[in-house]
């Protein structure tokens, strides 16, 4: 299929982008990647009477380190922070969930910001921003904010950005010493989207006992889920523990019932997976993998 007929527009700087956001109304899809709009735009799932072509502002695609966070422009791409031992290294959850979003070829065009603003509840990126209490910068001509993850995600395929809002920049929190990340998914194939994830980041003090517990699902509701975690900090990350986490886990979720598989059986992989990964956290710290 083609898409719809719409209007295209190719801004030279920011200020000519936000212009346009502000004179467009909600009626413009922004292209970045384009690796979900493009697809939805042919299947006519999506038939906006404008399209915003960002890939022309070199000014957001940088990669830089500001106020303890790796700050990514919008137009960097996926493959990009693959590539990069730097981003790698200050934020170790990129290493795992990066090389499961879909194939080496839509990594090469995707975007991180992109896949934040399409807030698909079972992507990838949007739950390693979630577990790790970072955030996008968004501007408009009203002036610029900055949105926390646990702000930004409304529901499926929806954000609270304001329709004459673009994300410039997402902020990820560096790596603290001894903090610990891990990410894990299920999914059919290699590529697809995952039935669930889980992604966790824990710290335990010289005592062995939990100083930062932060534990998210994917693919588990409209959007990222937190599982509440704050009675464990002080606590020992015991089979006990991880045994309430999992269940916990499994309770809070509420996720989809469709052909590929029933919401029974995603809740389980949400207990499963959030078990196995906690269990190795809670081994001695020699014995983990960063």
């Keep these: 299929m083609k898409p719809a007929r719409f209007d295209y527009y190719l801004p030279a700087t920011l200020d000519e982008a936000l212009d346009a956001l502000h004179e467009l109304g909600d009626d ?87 896949s934040l603003a399409h807030a698909d509840p079972s992507a990838e990126l949007p739950l390693l921003l979630t577990v790790l209490g970072g955030s996008v910068e968004v501007r408009s001509t009203r002036g610029s904010r900055t949105v926390a993850a646990g702000d930004l995600f409304a529901s499926y395929f929806t954000t609270a950005l304001e329709p004459d809002e673009l994300i410039v920049t997402a902020n990820l929190p560096l790596a603290r010493p001894r903090r610990r990340y891990a990410f894990q998914e299920f999914a059919q194939r290699h590529g697809d989207f995952a039935l669930a994830a889980v992604a966790c980041a824990v710290e335990l003090d010289e005592s062995g006992r939990i100083s930062h517990l932060a534990l998210a699902l994917g693919g588990a509701g409209e959007m990222p889920l937190l599982v509440e975690t704050a009675d464990m ?28 598989a029933s919401a029974a059986f995603r809740r389980q992989l949400v207990r499963t997976l959030t078990s196995r990964m906690l269990t190795a956290f809670a081994q001695p710290q020699e014995q983990l993998v960063r």
């Design 233 to 260: 900090l002080g606590t020992e990350l015991t089979a006990a523990a991880v045994a309430t986490l999992a269940e916990r886990a499994w309770a809070g979720c509420d996720p989809p019932n469709d052909h590929h």
């Design 28 to 114: 413009v899809k922004v292209l970045a990647g384009g690796q979900s709009l493009v697809p939805m735009l042919n299947m006519r799932l999506a038939q906006p009477a404008a399209l915003l072509d960002i890939n022309a502002l070199r000014e957001l695609d940088t990669i830089t380190r500001e106020n303890g966070a790796l700050r990514v422009g919008a137009t960097v791409r996926q493959g990009t922070l693959e590539r990069s031992p730097e981003a790698l290294s200050e934020v170790p959850l990129l290493a795992q969930a990066l090389p499961l979003i879909g194939h080496w070829q839509t990594r090469n065009r995707g975007t991180l910001c992109g």
